[in-house]
Antibody, heavy 122, light 105 residues
Framework: QVQLVQSGAEVKQPGASVKVFCRASGYTFSDYFIHWVRQVPGQGLEWMGRINPKSGGTSSPQKFQGRVAMTRDTSISTAYMELSGLGFDDTAVYFC???????????????WGQGTVVTVSS | SYELTQPPSVSVSPGQTVSITCSGDKLGETYVYWYQQKPGQSPVLVIYQDTKRPSGIPDRFSGSNSGNTATLTIRGTQTMDEADYYCQAWDSNTVVFGGGTKLTV
């Protein structure tokens, strides 16, 4: 079955960077965009951007531009999201999610990874 | 920036029908997607392209979208449906999520 498995919890100091991985299985990794979404404790969902695994092309909202880097390694069907310049308000659960339509940059997300807890603490 | 507005909370008695709304300017002109999230779990897609149900989602879940409002309806609500529900749409090549609705059964 289609599955996304993410890396484990991280604790980082303010100003540091964090890199989360998302390993895909059960489908052709290059055919579907991977999206990244975060959820601050007790709050809603926030889209951080997407990567086209086939080309490596990325897109993210202005809020995260310059601070988020999304990459992939097609040889191991894994996407990565690195967030730099961490602040206390970056404490959140970070999810990856597979796009619902092959080769489409839009649409729905299904399934989602299990989430990676990132805690920013001094 | 584009905004999607959901009621913060909705309550329903078991077996009854409940509707959760999602409002946005001319929302009916784009597709809306709905996710269910239970505490400590990842979101799960329950409706895509306004009205379609993924395999494995019970047929008591249905969706509609017209004008400025999309609606997720759950008929014969069960206690297992208690969760947060989020609507999602695209605007200017950017994902927008509603603020979420906590459904209490």
């Amino acid at each position: 079955q289609v599955q996304l498995v993410q890396s484990g919890a991280e604790v980082k100091q303010p100003g540091a960077s964090v890199k989360v991985f998302c390993r895909a299985s059960g489908y052709t990794f290059s055919d579907y965009f991977i999206h990244w979404v975060r959820q601050v404790p007790g709050q809603g969902l926030e889209w951080m951007g997407r990567i086209n695994p086939k080309s490596g092309g990325t897109s993210s909202p202005q809020k995260f531009q310059g601070r988020v880097a999304m990459t992939r390694d097609t040889s191991i069907s894994t996407a990565y999201m690195e967030l730099s310049g961490l602040g206390f308000d970056d404490t959140a659960v970070y999810f990856c999610a597979k796009a619902g339509i092959s080769s489409s940059s839009t649409g729905w997300f299904d399934p989602w990874g299990q989430g990676t807890v990132v805690t920013v603490s001094s | 920036s584009y905004e999607l507005t959901q009621p913060p909370s909705v309550s329903v008695s078991p077996g009854q029908t409940v509707s959760i709304t999602c409002s946005g300017d001319k929302l009916g002109e784009t597709y809306v997607y709905w996710y269910q999230q239970k505490p400590g779990q990842s979101p799960v897609l329950v409706i895509y392209q306004d009205t379609k149900r993924p395999s494995g989602i019970p047929d008591r879940f249905s969706g509609s979208n017209s004008g400025n409002t999309a609606t997720l309806t759950i008929r014969g609500t069960q206690t297992m449906d208690e969760a947060d529900y989020y609507c999602q749409a695209w605007d200017s090549n950017t994902v927008v999520f509603g603020g979420g609705t906590k459904l209490t059964v």
